[in-house]
């Protein structure tokens, strides 16, 4: 008999949902999607407190039975052309094994619930062009590109590294 797929909020004060939170984003970050690189000894060791510290911040697990299988990790932020809160998620890590199981798309479901909850006006995510399961799930839940005015062309991600002392 299979086990039952669940999925609910993270807390981050139970160690159970904390060194889950920190295994998932492991296995991710070990991923080639993810970036090949396991988290190190640092990230492991505080996260989950880190998070927990940070109201903005809200994640959800899946679980297969008592395995967790699926880490979704959200930070609010502004909308400042509509004043009003957004939701970011900033990972969406399902296990090699469990993947194309609709497991990823019950846990933004839920990220999504959670996002209304608290008021925001939209979600925004970011995915490699080359992780095409990824943007199929994203683009039919209704995640798409954007633009402001197409004369400008639409809207990238770019990132730059701080110096951390």
Partial sequence: MAAAL????????????????????DAYASDPAGGAEPLSDFVKENLARELAARPQAYSVLAFDGEQAVGLVNCIEGFSSFKCKPLVNVH???VLASHRGRGIAEQMLAEAERIAVERGAVKMTLEVLSGNGPA??????????GYQLDPSMGTAQFMQKWLAVG
């Fill in 135 to 144: 943007k199929k799930l994203y683009e039919r839940i209704g995640y798409a």
């Fill in 6 to 25: 669940s999925v609910r909020r993270a807390d981050y004060l139970d160690a159970r949902d904390a060194a889950a939170v920190v295994a998932l984003l």
């Fill in 91 to 93: 990972d969406v890590a």
